[in-house]
């Protein structure tokens, strides 16, 4: 099976720097940060630039969305994490991680619950600390999850039923936390180098992680903690790191994006690459995401964020 993806629309007020992540929520919008330090929200119809948050002197490395897409986490590169409002645009809370000595580390990667009033954040100590995401108290930590291991923590991931937060490290492992109890439930050790991303099934199932072995490797993490789980696939097939990853809103694909420039879509059944978008950021691939609204529970189309610092949407060639 081969699929064929179209160029659709391109974002009329592109960042001034790369796009370090980006977002397709149910509300119609994009959300994008970038190494410039600009966040902002575009229109999935127009293109049009919607709104924007203020702008930060240092790139944005991290970007979290709420499920329904009223409120996106975003972090800077030096561990400044802050909410947004964007039915208010404007700033919900923040938090100077960096500056909280005896609360942890600065963070990297954060993630919000997606069922929760709190929100993940891991970095250079390898461990996750929880903290709540209550704008009247936001940024107070609640909780630390330990790895056991001081390796950089690269991505943190809530699955979608907010019963695990995933964690990758600089190093190759992944780790498993079951949050009621705040036990680590499983380890990976499926890749060799950095996991850059990590994409969990709609049903909280299965977890596809992307490396910097140029691999993406799916686990079933219903034997978390138990013999028999763990991975079931390697997709093969990019030449460089793989920077990004996202599972469709029907399970049946998975997007990647990556820094040998390309975007490439896969048949989880099938295990097989189905389409590969060559060039679509006019350089190294940072961020892709399925379009999700209100109407598109299947896998219609997808936006890419990269190099140049321009939000596209791509479409299926069938589809309107």
Known sequence: MSLAYLLSLEAKDPHSDAIWGV????????????????????????GQLSISAPAHTLGIVSLSVSPDGKRALYNTIEGLTCLWDLEKNELAGRWESYQRKGHGEPAWSVSLNPIGAT???????????????????????????SSGRNKFGMF????????????????????????????LTATYT??????????????SQLLLSASEDKRLILHDVRGAGAKGGGAVASLTGHTSWVLSNDISPD????????????????DLSSRACVSTIQDPCAGEVWSV?????PTTGGASGFVTGGEDGVVRWWRGAGAA
Request: charged share 15%.
């Open 156 to 183: 943190c991931k809530h699955s979608p039923d907010g019963a695990r937060l995933a964690l990758s490290s600089e190093t190759g492992q992944i780790y498993i936390f079951d949050l009621a109890s705040s036990q």
């Open 23 to 46: 977002h397709s929520s149910p509300s119609s919008q994009v959300i994008s940060v970038s190494a410039s330090g600009q966040v902002h929200a575009y229109d999935s119809t127009s």
């Open 119 to 145: 929100y993940a954040a891991t970095g250079g100590g390898g461990n996750v600390s929880i903290h709540s995401a209550d704008p009247s108290s936001f940024g107070e930590p609640q909780a630390k999850l």
């Open 251 to 266: 399970g049946r694909l998975a997007l990647s994006g990556s820094a040998d420039r390309t975007a490439k879509l896969w």
């Open 289 to 293: 995401s399925w379009q999700r609204g």
């Open 190 to 203: 499926s890749h060799a180098m950095a996991v850059r991303s990590l994409a969990w099934s709609p049903d």
